[in-house]
């Protein structure tokens, strides 16, 4: 994915699969439900150990917010910490019955994982469900099972392009507009990442966003409301009127710089000149204030790339010196280092970036000969060490 700006960008909305036709396609999200809902009565106290557990994370209470996935030791920027393959997943076009009857081939242990997760089902979708199977000849003591696991699944799962899926600790992980984690699943080792934003401390909860983190904050308790839960992480917290304000103002121009250089790209601006010079200035602007609170949001790397496109345009052929093509390259790499450290060397985000990198060094290096040394400044660096 030229990575979609959001990442959620932490993952990229898609509708959930119409279970039995209860799911509006309007209705999607980047992270399930966690918040305030309801363990089945039956639901084990104790959770059980499955061989992916990870001696850098643990799952214990929060407060407020149900179980959490926290440190237990310290976690450096850009660690993948977590690494797991998913205890239950739904194919396109699968539904109920095809869940019900891959839950039924696990094992007994992951079945008690799978029941331990929170289950989140409206009331009137549970009756319309029931109805549906009822119409398929279900006996009424299986319905409620597969109501169970339907319940607890659309609640926990993660939607991708590959279909939808439970992780036995990923699924624990809860919502903040200023995550210090991000998620990324790998289709070819299926297995689903995470990686630290920023320098993680022992005993701090692991984070992430469940939608995209430059929505303004009312667009934010909107997406939580509509999950069932109001958001009051730091961002959200309207008391706060210092840092968070600061971080919202920042975030207005992050959305102002895309749709700015949207618009160039699709030749509806008319600034001129000017226009170039205000996108890359805000775009500077915004790294800049990143690099400070030494923290790789996951819009960096589309902002690298907005700054690396708009000077190459602003800039004529015959007016470009060495100095110009390696500030470019540094730009074109640092968004490169910025997926690295977010979704890994092995990600499909990052050989996309890597691929587009190495295109316009071709480039560069065919048509205006220069140093081979690039002299990247950028945010990763400085995160990384």
């Known amino acids: 994915m030229n990575p979609e700006f959001d990442h959620t960008r932490s ?21 399930p439900l966690l918040y305030h809902a309801v363990a089945p009565a039956n639901a084990p106290q104790v959770l059980p150990r499955l061989s992916q557990s990870h001696q850098y994370v643990e799952v214990r ?31 396109p076009g699968e539904d109920a019955p095809e869940l019900y ?8 242990p992951v079945q008690s994982h799978v029941r331990c997760f ?10 319309e469900m029931r109805l549906k199977l009822a119409r398929r000849g279900y006996e009424s003591d299986l319905i409620s099972t597969i109501l169970e696991i339907v319940s607890i699944f659309q609640a926990n799962a993660f939607k991708l ?36 934003l920023q ?49 919202e103002q920042i975030r207005a121009k992050m959305r102002e710089v895309i749709y700015a250089r949207n618009r160039l790209s699709f030749g509806a601006e008319t600034g001129g000149r000017e226009a170039y010079r205000n996108i890359i200035h805000s775009a500077f602007n915004i790294i ?4 400070g609170r030494r923290y790789c949001d996951p819009s960096l790397p589309e902002l690298y790339h907005v700054l690396a496109v708009t000077k190459e345009e602003l800039t004529p052929l015959h007016t470009r010196r060495p100095e110009f ?30 691929e587009l990198f190495e295109l316009t060094k071709q480039h560069y290096y065919t048509a205006f000969p220069v140093e081979a040394t690039l002299d990247t400044r950028g945010v990763l660096i400085q995160l990384s060490q």
């Open 101 to 108: 009857e891959k839950f039924t081939r696990l094992s007994h």
């Open 325 to 354: 093509h390696r500030e470019v390259l540094g730009h074109y790499d640092s968004a490169l280092q910025a997926e690295v450290l977010m979704t890994g060397e092995d990600s499909k985000s990052t050989r996309q970036w890597r």
């Open 288 to 291: 800049k204030y990143l690099e």
């Open 61 to 91: 209470p929060t407060s407020g917010k149900g179980l959490g996935l926290f440190a237990t030791h310290f976690i450096p920027t850009g660690t993948r910490f977590l690494s797991e393959t998913p205890l239950l997943a739904l194919k």
């Open 118 to 127: 929170t289950s989140q089902q409206p009331p009137r979708r549970q009756a």
């Open 199 to 247: 320098d993680i401390k022992r005993g701090v909860e692991i984070e992430i966003s469940y939608w995209n983190m430059t929505m303004p904050r009312s667009e934010r308790q909107k997406a939580a409301a509509e999950r069932g839960f109001r958001c009051n992480c730091c961002v959200c917290d309207l008391r706060d009127d210092g840092e968070t304000n600061e971080l």
């Open 161 to 196: 392009e590959e279909g939808h899926m439970i992780f036995p600790q990923t699924a624990r992980i809860n919502h903040s507009c200023l995550p210090n984690a991000h998620t990324n699943f790998n289709s070819s080792s299926n297995q689903m990442h995470t990686h630290a």
């Open 11 to 31: 993952a990229h909305p898609q509708t959930r699969p119409a279970i039995l036709g209860l799911q509006s396609p309007d209705q999607s999200i980047a992270k």
